[in-house]
């Protein structure tokens, strides 16, 4: 089975509001990843997360690790129209996994 | 600066035939990633290289599926022969370091097996 997965497994939301996604793993890791993929663009890095960091910023993005609880959580800030897409973490223990995926729908 | 390159976009074939995808990565990185991609599943990892070593192919279907990284560039992967659960996307990454790295993938190749 995968490493990680993501819940929920499907968000819709409306222009502006917040997303948040989270994952749970099963393993130790070295650093947690999240990915986008949308049909336009395919899969896209978005922010790294190590395992002795708890929190993270990037632009609209805040990531969260809580490695007791084995879980992160993705949360983007005044959504847009542009962030529909499909939304992974990985996760980088001994091998390399993906999870399940959070399929976010912004509405305009 | 020039992203991953995969060939061919689309294939169909029917089960029990063979077919080979190439995937030409990131000037300079020695990392290169296969993934196979179910529809409606996230990615998993076939097979890394790092420059033209195997590092993990604990996932890759060894009695069909095959992947080469002749002169630490680009690489193919193949199926020989193919099922109907071979069915997905396959989806080439490549990286740097391959150490806590950000991995760059290429648009992928859509295989249908009839």
């Known amino acids: 089975s995968q490493q990680g997965e993501e819940d929920p497994q499907a968000l819709s939301i409306q222009e502006g509001e917040n997303a948040t996604m989270n994952c749970s793993y099963k393993?130790?890791?070295?650093?947690l990843q999240w990915y986008r993929q949308n049909s336009g663009r395919g899969l896209v890095h978005l922010i790294l997360?190590?395992?002795?960091?708890r929190e993270k910023h990037s632009g609209r993005l805040r990531v969260t690790l809580d490695t007791s609880k084995k879980s992160s959580s993705l949360l983007i800030t005044a959504s847009r129209a542009a962030d529909t897409a499909s939304y992974f973490c990985?996760?980088?223990?001994?091998?390399?996994?993906f999870g399940t995926g959070t399929s976010l729908t912004v509405i305009p | 600066e020039a992203g991953v390159a995969q060939s061919p976009r689309y294939k169909i074939i029917e089960k029990r035939q063979s077919v080979a995808f190439w995937c030409n990565p990131i000037?300079?990185?020695?990392?290169l990633y296969w993934y196979q991609q179910i529809l409606g599943q996230g990615p998993k990892l076939l097979i890394q290289?790092?420059?033209?070593?195997?590092?993990?192919d604990s996932q890759l279907p060894k009695d069909r599926f095959s992947a080469e990284r002749l002169k630490g560039v680009d690489s193919t992967l193949k199926i020989q022969p193919a099922k109907l659960e071979d069915s997905a996307v396959y989806l080439c990454?490549?990286?740097?370091?391959?150490?806590?790295?950000?991995?760059?993938f290429g648009p992928g190749t859509r295989l249908l097996v009839l």
């Open positions: 290289f790092q420059n033209n070593g195997v590092v993990d």
């Open positions: 990454a490549s990286g740097t370091s391959g150490i806590q790295e950000t991995q760059y």
């Open positions: 990985a996760t980088d223990g001994n091998q390399f996994y």
């Open positions: 997360i190590r395992s002795n960091e």
């Open positions: 000037s300079g990185h020695a990392t």
């Open positions: 393993t130790s890791i070295n650093n």
